[in-house]
């Protein structure tokens, strides 16, 4: 009796499953298509796909809201922001993408490289949307590549540290060992060793692989910017995200030790306002302005495609000058930064 | 008599549905008052959910994603059935999936040869993940739910130290993701194309046919008695022949194994290498899917599919300008709303036995004192 109540059950559930199947014909995007044109209004409609952490991040989404939020203040319409979890597919990424298409938004903006699969796929799919994609390289008619070349601010900052280090002894924090944070690694180690190679370098990663909790660990950076402190050096560089924010607050507690920061110019954030003495420097990476460009080349009616690369002679990539306590090797950093733009230095990608 | 036993089932499986039920309607009455709380309307809120996740695309979408937790879920109950609490599902996952997708991508046998191994190979990696585990709680003592959360930390590292260019993987995409290389068309598992709609993965037959061999090995075979005996009452186990110590370790193996299979829909009918973006976390997904399912294996798909359906439409909810961590309110109260449910609906059920028990008795003496007085 009861295998036949359990049966049953099994058949009803399968039996409820296809009649919905079969009942709903039609895909989201028909269900849509009356309400989509309706709710635009003027200006552009900017649709925003952040990556983990989204707006608030003080990093790097925060850089793009920035560049989003300019665009929307000049030429006037609308953001939709979405943001990715950890826990996504690659159908979670899909979605948000063509849930901002299906609703008439352009330019599309994916935060991040993860979405690479995704904006490939979605860009073929929408050929009359453009999207762009922030540190990654997407082929597509109507794909925007925004890529910043973050080992040469790197190594800026590396020359930097290396002229304000009194131990002969600085260290580098990375939120994740990804491709993308031995770019700035990669250039820091090279910056320092160029100006002085007898300062020596420590190099930490606060996670590995696919714990990404490296980037939102404020308690972690502080743990390895403190190790370094005790183990003698004097510069620290954190390229981790949030974490950074601890990094800075323990350097901020160690006499004569510089933090160097990163992405935004941290020394201007107001979360940080208590630590901002301690702050030397930031190797602004300037998402902001990749992201505006984008967003006016689509309103002026002439998206940007291809590949842009913001490099340091274009500023895409540039050591902030805040507080005034890089003034003194300013002329140094300026004949590195010429030498570079010139070819002469050539900047390592991978450490 | 058969009147009786009709009239029994018919009151189990009336508790049976009640506890449910009643964890998802506090759930969504705790969440519309969330959603009021925010000021925002909830009905909106719920219309758009039903509307959208009714669509075509979104089943196909769910049924993609209920067939991951499924796989989740049943590998969790496994362990549930035992009374483990095998934590580390979401470690072991990953570790076969990335095993199995390093093994995949340098294949050059046909599919037909090529699938059966990339899936015996994720097999055995989570079976032997999972066994260090039970090995270890056998021989010397130590807690699985310890073991097996520090064994996830573990299989994070060693797939961060493989995971890199000039190892076992290769660098992509502009320079800024890590993969494995990717399987040959050959051994992609197959897909139904629904049109518009999109493919809707071959590998739910998989997952179905797990449930299948879940139900039947559980239910039906002396291996499975043997396992539940075990789970309910180690003594009794042990009293009555069976080897508590070698279930403990068999279960966790078969628990492990089948987390192997986790990560295979998505690697072999979704994603086709494993990248640094892999999902991650679904062992703890299928976690909250085999409590909810009662570790009964119609239990989880129903689970599963829910979860899919609550991801998909909580997805298009943020869409709509409500807040993106509904999800994991709505979540996290059906987890807590589903246990909470489970203990009432279990005294209630408990309180009516003895009531009836209790009338049974008394009509029984009734009769008997009713008969001596006759006498």
Not at chain 1, 123 to 145: C, L
Not at chain 1, 161 to 186: M, S
Not at chain 2, 3 to 9: A, C, Q
Request: a positive charge.
């Amino acid at each position: 009796m009861r295998r036949v109540a359990k049966l049953s059950a099994a058949c009803f559930a399968t039996a409820a499953l296809a009649i919905t199947a079969t009942a709903c014909g039609s895909t989201s995007s028909d269900n849509n298509s009356s309400s989509s044109s309706s709710g635009g209004g003027k200006g552009v409609k900017i649709g925003l796909a952040y990556d983990v952490g989204g707006r608030g991040d003080r990093s790097f989404n925060d850089s793009a809201a920035r560049g989003a939020d300019k665009a929307e203040k000049e030429f006037g319409g609308s953001i939709k922001e979405l943001t990715a979890k950890t826990s996504d597919t690659e159908a979670d990424r899909e979605q948000r993408l063509s849930d901002l298409a299906e609703a008439g938004y352009n330019p599309i903006v994916a935060v991040g490289y993860s979405y690479a699969p995704a904006v490939t796929k979605m860009a073929a799919k929408y050929p009359k949307t453009s999207f762009g994609i922030v540190d990654s390289v997407v082929e597509g008619k109507n794909v925007n590549s925004i890529t910043f070349t973050e080992e040469q601010g790197s190594y800026l900052a590396g020359v930097a540290a290396a002229l304000k280090t009194k131990k002969d002894h600085v260290g580098f924090i990375g939120g994740v060992d990804n491709p993308l944070i031995k770019k700035f690694e990669a250039g820091y180690t090279q910056g320092v060793h160029d100006t002085n190679p007898k300062v020596k370098v420590d190099v930490q990663y606060l996670t590995h692989g696919q714990d990404t909790s490296g980037f939102s660990s404020p308690d972690k950076g502080q743990q390895a910017a403190q190790g370094m402190l005790d183990n003698g050096a004097d510069v620290v560089y954190t390229a981790a995200g949030s974490s950074g924010n601890g990094a800075i607050e323990a350097v901020h507690g160690a006499k004569g030790a510089w933090a160097i920061g990163v992405d935004s110019d941290q020394y201007n954030i107001p979360g940080l306002a208590q630590y901002k003495s301690a702050i030397l420097t930031s190797m602004v990476k300037n998402v902001d302005v990749g992201v505006y460009d984008f967003i006016k080349s689509v309103k002026d009616g002439k998206p940007l495609a291809g590949n842009n690369v913001y490099s340091l002679a274009k500023g895409g990539v540039s050591l902030a000058t805040s507080g005034g306590f890089i003034n003194d090797i300013q002329p140094k950093l300026d004949a590195a930064k010429q030498k570079i733009i010139a070819g002469q230095i050539k900047v390592k990608t991978t450490p | 008599m058969n009147k009786l036993t009709s009239r029994i089932d018919k009151e189990r499986l009336f508790l049976g549905l009640a506890a449910p039920v009643l964890a998802v309607v506090a759930a969504l009455v705790v969440t519309a008052m969330v959603i009021l709380a925010t000021g925002k309307n909830p009905g909106p809120a719920f219309n758009d959910m039903l509307t959208y996740g009714f669509a075509s695309d979104s089943q196909v979408y769910i049924l993609n994603k209920a067939t991951t937790y499924y796989l989740a879920g049943v590998s969790v109950a496994i362990g549930f059935r035992m009374n483990l609490f095998n934590i580390g599902v979401d470690g072991q996952y990953r570790l076969a999936a990335f095993f199995a997708a390093v093994l995949g991508g340098a294949l050059t046998v046909p599919g037909w040869l090529a699938v059966p191994l990339i899936l015996i190979c994720a097999m055995a990696t989570g079976a032997l993940w999972a066994a260090i585990a039970g090995i270890l709680k056998v021989t010397r003592g130590v807690s699985e739910v310890i073991s097996t959360i520090m064994l996830n930390s573990i299989a994070t590292a060693i797939i961060a130290y493989l995971l890199q260019p000039g190892k076992l993987a290769q660098l992509q995409q502009g320079g800024t993701v890590v993969a494995t290389k990717p399987l040959p068309s050959s051994s992609h598992f197959f897909g139904i194309n629904t049109g518009p709609a999109g493919d809707l993965w071959g590998f739910i037959f998989v997952a179905v046919a797990v449930g299948i061999a879940y139900w039947f090995v559980l239910g039906r075979t002396r291996f499975g008695y043997d396992l539940r005996t075990v789970g309910q009452s180690e003594s009794a186990a042990a009293a009555s022949g069976v080897s508590v110590k070698k279930m403990i370790a068999t279960s966790m193996i078969i628990s492990g194994a089948v987390a192997g299979l986790i990560g295979m829909p998505t690697l072999l009918n979704d994603s086709y290498q494993f990248s640094s973006d892999f999902p991650t976390g679904i062992g703890f997904t299928g976690i909250a899917i085999a409590l909810l399912g009662r570790n009964n294996p119609i239990g989880i798909a129903l689970g599963a599919l829910l979860w899919g359906f609550l991801e998909r439409t909580t997805n298009h909810l943020e869409f709509q300008g409500y807040d993106k961590e509904i999800l994991g309110v709505i979540q996290g109260v059906i987890v807590l709303c589903v246990v909470i449910a489970y203990e009432v609906v279990r005294r209630y059920g408990l309180k009516r036995q003895q009531q009836k028990v209790g009338a049974e008795l008394a009509a029984q003496a009734a009769a008997t004192t009713k008969k001596q007085e006759v006498a």
